[in-house]
C-alpha cells in the first residue's frame, strides 16, 4: 500500500466551516493548481479533471465523519483505485487539517507518480488555508 501525506496546516476557520466546503465538490477545483488542470467538470457529489501532462482524474465524496473526516475516493475515470482522506481537528477557532492518499500501486506507477502527487497534495494544503483566509 502506498501512503502519501501532505503537509499539515491550520486554517483560520472553524472545522464545520472547512467541512463544508469540501463536502461541495464544485469547490474542490479552487484547490487545484489551475496552470496544470484542464477539463474540470463537477456534479457537487464528485468532480474529474486532467491534470497537465498526466492522467485524467476521477474524485468522489465516499462519506466520512462530520467536522473531522472527509473521504474521497477514485472514480472509474482514474488510472488507479486511491483513497483520500482529509483529517480536520478542530482547535480554539482554527482547524488543523492534512490528507491522507492511499493506494496500491506497483512499483514502476508509485516511482512515476509519488512525487508529483505529494507536491499535489501539499498544493491543495496551501490552498485550503489561502482560500479560508480571503473568506
Not at 89 to 108: C, I, K, M, Y
Request: hydrophobic content about 40%; some cysteine.
Amino acid at each position: 500500500m502506498t501512503r502519501i501525506e501532505s503537509k499539515q496546516v491550520d486554517i483560520a476557520k472553524p472545522a464545520a466551516q472547512v467541512y463544508a466546503f469540501l463536502q461541495d465538490m464544485n469547490n474542490f477545483q479552487q484547490l487545484l493548481p489551475q496552470d496544470r488542470i484542464s477539463e474540470w467538470k463537477s456534479d457537487g457529489t464528485s468532480c474529474s479533471f486532467k491534470v497537465q501532462g498526466a492522467a485524467t482524474i476521477g474524485l468522489k465524496l465516499d462519506g466520512g465523519t462530520p467536522n473531522s473526516v472527509v473521504r474521497m475516493v477514485s472514480s472509474e475515470r482514474s488510472p488507479f483505485p486511491f483513497t483520500l482522506t482529509v483529517n480536520l481537528e478542530e482547535r480554539g477557532d482554527s482547524t488543523h487539517a492534512g490528507q491522507v492518499f492511499e493506494a496500491d500501486l506497483n512499483p514502476f506507477i508509485k516511482m512515476m507518480v509519488e512525487s508529483p502527487l505529494k507536491h499535489l497534495f501539499d498544493h491543495i494544503a496551501d490552498k485550503m488555508v489561502a482560500v479560508h483566509s480571503a473568506a
